[in-house]
């Protein structure tokens, strides 16, 4: 309390001197107004401060979308390292999120995204996810996020036969430390059990953690980066995966909901097979669109 | 509760930069409705646009009114309806008498403290509402950075506040309210000191509106999901095709169409050596069966 302590002390003798002199200009000011105009005229100055635990009231509705070009040196994740490959990349999506009550939110989305590769057309992928929950913001944990979701994930390849499907529950838990006005520190963790694949054989139970530091250079400029663990264990043969995935991307806002990104990162998967160990490296460029009502 | 309790002095502090430069007056930028000069020494008079406003003058405000000050460094007072506002010439001191008011200022270039019988506010680099109803309650609001609140008596009674959230104290408390966070696209969208009351846009407005949209989202998962969509299709086609058996070899490869790639590089396939078929013991010579004659 050191700085703001000391100034409080030093000013507040000026402060009485100067309070008893305007005294009588206070009253003479104040003495005129009509208190329940005081109070209608002030709360309409200040502005309605609604709760965000409270704000709702509505849908809380959004669509998302994004399309952009990548590289990626590995694009069948072999063991060998493969022969690199660009892919154009398409999503789009919708989802609610209400307020129920307090801190709860219900959780509603369903997206489409597409993968078509250049020279790897055999790769190409089609994936469907749809799912909801509850959200739970913890306001005196400084927005501490909970979240408990069930997730349908469908794939399909370039030739639109389903390869696979995937049903899960999701729990994580997040939360961002800001650092000063323009950086801030986010954290969380996440586990997905799969409930039901097809086919059962790469059914995988899925641990995240991450961690990202997230820097608004300047207004519209900004940095974001990310180190994300996660570790897979496949029911089926008991093999365990752990994937790493490091980068970063730079973010331009053009307008409040549509931002260009240029991203990076490094993929490295280690597996009790090596068969599946795999490193790879991805740089792409997306626009990205963000609108909510 | 005693009567003094209730002057019981708010401070909003933030800490000032080592070179600030004192407030030595301000310009009247905009008047909406009834704004008036006080001086001690002379009548009030009303405000215009462009009247400089020095320490010994103090700013009134009448029903549905406002004013914007500015001053040389580009720090903005905006107050509201039925205020008394003044600063003290030489230092970086302000006090509001009742009523609201928007402080902002530039980082950079100092702090200072806003006082007003029962309250202080200071800033630097800091935007913030202030909500003083006299003999009532006293609310903050940071729209953007920090800023620590306490009781100017006792300033171990304090409160750090940030971006988003409101800081309050009830008529006669002795301690603070807890702090929760509101929803600062809609206090923008509804606040009279902002646009909403005739204003223009502040300086870092956009940023505001982003510290806004940014309560408006979900902490979630970190960005870059599009790679681990990637990942996890291709490691499911792959531990699919690695966990079925390979269909057996015709004896005949045909030649690959041209440009054709295989999904997968196939699974080495182990060599698998037949185990050893045991041998047969040697069948028991039957005995020989006893001739029967006819």
Known sequence: ?293 | MKKTALAFLLAVAIPQAAHAEPFQQAEVTKTVNRVSLLHSKQAAKPAAVGDVVRGETAVKTGGDSRAELKFPDATITRIGSNALFRFREGGRDMTLDGGTMLFSAPKGVGGGQVQAGAITAAVTGTSFLLYYLVGGEVKVVVLEGKVLIYFTANPKIRQMLRAGQIGSLPAGATAFNPTYSIDLKHLIGTSRLLEAGGFGPLPGQALLLRIAEGQQGKIGKLPDSRIQDAQAAQTARRTIQGNTPAPPQPMMTPSPRPGATPIVPPRPQPVVTPPPRPTPPPKPTPPPTPRTGP
């Open chain 1, 1 to 293: 309390m050191g700085a703001p302590g000391a100034r409080a002390q030093s000013n507040r003798a000026d402060t009485a001197s100067r309070t008893a002199s305007n005294l009588s200009l206070t009253r003479a000011a104040q003495s005129t107004v009509n208190t329940s105009e005081y109070l209608s005229d002030a709360e309409s100055d200040f502005g309605e401060q609604q709760a965000v635990s409270i704000r709702a009231g509505g849908l809380g509705a959004y669509l998302i979308g994004g399309s952009g070009l990548n590289y990626t040196s590995n694009p069948t994740l072999s063991s060998g390292g493969g022969k690199g490959d660009m892919y154009y990349f398409a999503r789009g999506g919708a989802g609610i999120h209400p307020n129920l009550t307090g801190g709860l939110y219900l959780d509603g989305h369903i997206s489409e995204e597409v993968f078509l590769y250049s020279r790897n057309t055999a790769l190409n992928f089609s994936h469907l996810n749809a799912g909801g929950g509850l959200d739970y913001v913890f306001e005196d944990l400084g927005q501490l996020n909970l979240w408990v979701r069930y997730e349908y994930d469908r794939y399909l390849g370039g030739n639109l036969a389903e390869f696979f499907v995937n049903n899960s529950l999701v729990t994580g838990l997040g939360k961002e430390f800001l650092i000063g006005d323009t950086m801030a520190i986010q954290t969380g963790a996440q586990a997905a059990i799969s409930l039901t694949a097809n086919p059962s054989s790469a059914r995988r139970n899925e641990y995240d953690f991450w961690l990202g530091w997230r820097w608004r250079i300047v207004e519209p400029l900004e940095l974001q980066t990310y180190y994300v663990v996660s570790l897979f264990y496949y029911p089926e043969g008991s093999r365990v995966d752990v994937t790493q995935n490091v980068g970063g991307s730079l973010n331009l806002s053009l307008t409040r909901w549509a931002k260009l990104s240029a991203s990076v990162g490094f993929g490295t998967n280690s597996s009790t097979d090596s068969f599946y160990n795999y490193t790879v490296v991805n740089v792409g460029g997306t626009l990205g669109l963000d609108i909510r009502f």
